[in-house]
């Protein structure tokens, strides 16, 4: 594809250098390039809201919930202690704020929650920080899930999946090939597409046809194989939230978005957000194709946030705060809305085997 309208950003030029030197480079080292470039990537130097906003910035309730459901689960663990409580990518640190706020009313909970934040921006990992200075909790900060200690552990992660590098797989009449990005006749990026694909593609999308375009998060396995490992010794338990599909299915997701606008992925490296869709079947195979690890869900947001009680919690915000009760209704609305927010983004849990059903995650109802 071409028609990206190519901006002059610092990092289209390192690309670029880096291309010319190396030859194409993935679709996934290009979103790396994109969102984690210490100097010149997205998340370097923008915070979240400036160009797209999340749920958690969008309403309190949002977090709140999440914080509940973590005590919650915490109690369903038989209340281990200490437990990690590991967000993953937690941007301006605005959930995390608003679950350990709500977790107030569980001060055994709190007591004995490590924070543990992780993060590869500095920029935002400093600003989580200060967020949370005074929460109450110890606080932890790293770049990598790797670094997390063990224990028995609760991970959350909102909108984090889908800032994961995802690979682009293009089918050809007799294979699959890994998209790339190298340069066109005049110079600017262009997609193309190199080397085969490893052969599981082929296995996830059977029936794609020729000129198809899929994506792989292969970062999924790191995080089961984590997720696993810790498994083995302590009971734990994950919370995503993520927009994407419910069965894997082909079609370019790769997204870029730029003060509230969509725009061609090639247009502004490093100054729009890229974005890929979760594919929620691959995922719960990645998860739950392992002995120890079982999937809840995915659900919807809106049947997700339905199930842990929004609408009363909201109403009881909005009883106490009588000014802001409009703005609170409004924040809530958006959260919920069909075929929007409320129904593109999925929950989906994934625990240890031995743990019950995750809260809010089955469809079965008492
Ligand atoms: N959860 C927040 C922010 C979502 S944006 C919210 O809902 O508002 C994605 C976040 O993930 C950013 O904080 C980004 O810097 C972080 N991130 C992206 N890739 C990451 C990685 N590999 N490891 C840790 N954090 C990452």
Known sequence: MTGADRRDTPLAAHIKARIVRDGPITVAQYIKACLQDPQHGYYAKRGIGQDFVTAPEISQ????????????????????RPIVLVELGPGNGTMMRDMLR???????????????????????????LE?????????????????????????????????????????????????????GGDGGLQFGFGSPAPADVLRR???????????VHHEFEEIAAWMEKCAANAPIAALFIDYGHTASASGDTLEAVRAHRHEHPLT?????????????????????????????GPLTQAEFLGALGIAERASRLMSANPAQAN??????????????MGTRFKAVGIRSRGLPALPGLTTERP
């Open 61 to 80: 309730v949002f977090g709140e919930l999440i914080g509940l459901w973590a005590v919650v689960v915490w109690q369903q663990m038989g209340q281990p």
């Open 102 to 128: 709500a977790a107030r009313g569980a001060p055994d909970f709190l007591r004995t929650a490590e924070v543990c934040l992780v993060e590869t921006s500095a920029s935002l990992a400093a600003r989580q």
């Open 131 to 183: 967020l949370l200075r005074d929460a109450g909790v110890p606080l932890h900060a790293y770049s990598s899930i790797d670094d997390v200690p063990p224990g028995a552990t609760i991970v959350i992660g909102n909108e984090f999946l889908d800032a994961l590098p995802a690979h682009q797989y293009v089918r050809s009449q007799a294979a699959w090939h890994e998209r790339t990005v190298g340069l």
């Open 205 to 215: 999308f059977p029936d794609a046809r020729e000129g198809d375009i899929v994506q």
């Open 268 to 296: 502004s490296p490093g100054e729009a957000d890229l974005t890929v869709h979760v594919d929620f079947e691959s995922m719960a195979r990645d998860f739950g194709g392992r002995g120890t690890l079982g999937v809840d």
């Open 327 to 340: 703005a609170i209704e409004m924040g809530v609305q958006r959260l919920m809305a069909p075929q929007a």
